[in-house]
């Protein structure tokens, strides 16, 4: 049973909203931070393991792309379904299962005796991390007051967006000193140092706040959610900016190492500078946040990314540095918008925060998993690619941006900034 969140007692500092006796601030922060790097981290620390793998099962590399292809599936599946059943059940159960799944299908990854046997583990670790990656911003609009929020999902944000950058050079690193089963031990590990957080946290979503009904109507929250017009199209055009984003994940080692031929020491150092800069985005947001709107910031950051786009594709190829400034600068605009993207969603939600999260999510990586899929179309070039991308995604962004502040659908956070700052 989940233990009762008592209000009388006083919540660490102007931080949080719910009290945390064990964890404290500090240590619900590192929960949170850890687990931002758990869906980075499980994509992408591996991948340079791939040709070894293939070699050491006796199979092809499409073959053992599908521990990337299922897990991506799998991870989505599972925010969908134990996103809804976090408001039902509560925040602390889904994530005890979330971390307990994923560290046995990390293990059960390490110690794979064939091939489909790792393709299995892998969607077992996929289903935690999905619960995880579901739950975790549930918990963040639930724990911290609505001033501090953004300054934590800033931080969170970091972590996701130079995850996926960074991941691969960890894999490589690991791979010096053991073999491809040591990557999966790691992800293993970090899992259990989450669970053992997660074993302090205190629930909280309290028991008046949680849905109704059985499995089928807590399922129906998603629904719910989604009919929110507002929440709904401020997803999908926010989401837009991540099919440039992952398609550059996708395809970056082709366009540095093939098209510039920098070799993989060369990709290594314009990734890793790309991956520096955008860390700065969500900080540049919370600079800017005392000056204008979240409406006019959003409107110059959808603009810029189309100009941006339109750049690359005029002298994007000239130059690895030419292409790495300008795909740096989008990087950091993608950045800067995503805490207050997510915070505006979250409040637009209200009540079913644990859906809601679920749902963004689920879109965000959909969105990113089709970016990725058409940056690998067979274009002219991949740089060229990269530019129609940038500014055909962004293109769409700005006309579904404009059809809703033209539209009567609520948006917190936006529709009311007229009282704020005039447009």
């Known amino acids: ?9 006083k919540p660490d500092g102007p931080w949080l909203s719910r009290p945390q006796p064990r964890l404290r601030l500090g240590g619900l922060v590192l929960l949170l931070l850890v687990a931002s790097l758990i869906t980075p981290l499980s994509l992408d620390m591996y991948t340079p393991a ?13 073959t053992v792309n599908l521990t990337l292809w299922g897990y991506y599936l799998l991870f989505a599946g599972g925010m969908l379904v134990l996103g809804p059943l976090s408001d039902k059940f509560g925040r602390r159960p889904i994530l005890l299962a979330g971390f307990v799944l994923y560290v046995v299908g990390g293990v059960l990854c390490a110690v794979a005796p064939s091939i489909h046997a790792l393709i299995g583990a892998r969607l077992v670790q996929a289903v935690g991390a999905g619960a995880v990656s579901a739950v975790c911003m549930a918990v963040v609009k639930d724990s911290f007051r609505a001033d501090r929020r953004e300054k934590i999902l800033s931080i969170m944000q970091v972590l996701f967006v130079v995850g996926p950058a960074a991941a691969p050079s960890i894999g490589t690193a690991v791979l010096q000193v053991a073999d491809w089963r040591a990557t999966f031990w790691v992800l293993a590990a970090v899992g259990a140092v989450c669970l053992a957080l997660t074993l302090l946290f205190r629930e909280t979503l309290d028991a008046a706040d949680r849905t109704d009904g059985g499995l089928g109507a807590t399922l129906g929250q998603l629904g719910g959610v989604a009919k929110d017009r507002g929440f709904t199209a401020f997803l999908i055009v926010t989401s837009l900016f991540e099919v ?26 314009f990734f890793g500078i790309a991956a520096l800069l955008t860390a700065a985005g969500p900080f540049i947001w919370l600079a800017f946040s005392h000056v204008t709107t979240a409406k006019r910031f959003t409107t110059i950051l959808i603009v810029l990314a189309i100009a941006l786009g339109v750049a690359i594709i005029a002298v994007g190829g000239s ?3 030419a292409f790495c400034a300008l795909f740096s600068a989008f990087a950091v605009a993608e950045a800067a918008g995503r805490p207050y993207m997510m915070n505006i969603l979250l409040e637009q939600a209200k009540r079913n925060a644990g859906a809601a999260s679920a749902l963004m999510n689920c879109v965000r990586t959909g969105v990113g ?17 990269m ?3 940038m500014a055909v ?4 962004a700005l006309a579904g941006w404009i059809a ?3 539209s009567c659908a609520p948006l917190a956070g936006i529709k009311e900034d007229e009282a704020v700052l005039p447009w």
Do not use: H
Not at 50 to 62: H, L, N, V
Not at 393 to 396: E, F, I, L, R
């Open 369 to 385: 998993c089709i970016g990725m899929v058409l940056a690998a179309l067979p274009w002219g070039n991949y740089v060229f690619g």
């Open 387 to 389: 530019g129609v991308l």
């Open 244 to 269: 440039a984003f992952m398609g550059y994940i996708a395809v970056g080692s082709y366009i540095y190492i093939d098209f510039f031929g920098v070799g993989e020491a060369g990709y290594s150092l």
């Open 319 to 321: 130059s690895p540095v």
């Open 393 to 396: 995604g962004m293109a769409a």
């Open 50 to 62: 791939i040709p070894r793998m293939a070699g050491y099962f006796g199979t092809d590399e499409a």
């Open 1 to 9: 049973m989940a233990e009762p969140i008592d209000k009388t007692q």
């Open 404 to 406: 809703l502040l033209r």
